[in-house]
């Protein structure tokens, strides 16, 4: 069975750090493209970040680019996005998923909030 | 950007009779390879996003049949033949062919509601 079990989620003070992991199982972690998603109070899902089955390439959502940073540890079957200079409109559930083929992502984890707070 | 615009349905469905959401988006979402990549997903209240429907209308495993899913170039709609109690929450549609120019994209969201 496919699982995705995030974990990180903090409140923090604007500007603060923190850094969000996705422990992945049931599945060949290493050989599938992964993205983390955001999704505030009460509003639609937010496409944040993906990185490459090795790990070589990945990309951003405009809003995040230079603050955070998507990686992997396919030996210890993990995906983490490190989140700098934090902001209250970070403020959001963090979600990790998979991607099953180009475009088509089929699985995601139940969340890890992140509250951005002074 | 890659704008998508869902309906917002005007009633509480009732059980057993269809349900109809629709998508556009700004732009076509057919891709230089050939395929569209529209999926649908639902997300039940306190659940993460769940995968519904791919690529216009492949169903995904383990989704009933009475989920389908058809369109083509900026126009995209999901069916529910008869709608049952477990299909309440929010419906988005979500665009991949932009990727990465322009990330991947939902629409604001439908929201299903039972009468």
């Known amino acids: 069975e496919v699982q995705l079990v995030e974990s990180g989620g903090a409140l923090v003070q604007p500007g603060g750090s923190l850094r969000l992991s996705c422990a992945a199982s049931?599945?060949?972690?290493?050989?599938?493209?992964m993205h983390w998603f955001r999704q505030a109070p009460g509003k639609g899902p937010v496409w944040v970040s993906r990185?490459?089955?090795?790990?070589?390439?990945?990309y951003y959502a405009d809003s995040v680019k230079g603050r955070f940073t998507i990686s992997r540890d396919n030996a210890g079957n993990t995906l983490y996005l490190q989140m700098n200079s934090l902001r209250v409109e970070d403020t959001a559930m963090y979600y990790c998923?998979?991607?099953?083929?180009?475009?088509?992502?089929?699985?995601w984890g139940q969340g890890t909030m992140v509250t951005v707070s002074s | 950007d890659i704008v998508m615009t869902q309906n917002t349905l005007s009633s509480p469905v009732t059980l057993g009779q269809p349900a109809s959401i629709s998508c556009k988006s700004s732009?076509?979402?057919?891709?230089?390879?050939?395929?569209?990549?529209l999926s649908w997903l639902q997300q039940r209240p306190g659940q993460p996003p769940r995968l519904l429907i791919y690529?216009?209308?492949n169903r995904f495993s383990g989704v009933p049949d009475r989920f389908s899913g058809s369109g083509a170039g900026t126009d995209f709609t999901l069916k529910i033949s008869r709608v049952e109690a477990e299909d309440v929450g929010v419906y988005y549609c979500?665009?991949?062919?932009?990727?990465?120019?322009?990330?991947?994209?939902f629409g604001q969201g439908t929201k299903l509601e039972i009468k």
């Open positions: 998923a998979r991607t099953l083929t180009r475009g088509v992502v089929d699985f």
């Open positions: 049931g599945f060949g972690f290493s050989n599938y493209w």
């Open positions: 990185i490459s089955d090795a790990g070589s390439d990945t």
């Open positions: 732009q076509s979402l057919v891709h230089s390879d050939g395929n569209t990549y």
């Open positions: 690529k216009i209308s």
């Open positions: 979500m665009q991949a062919t932009q990727f990465p120019q322009a990330g991947y994209t």
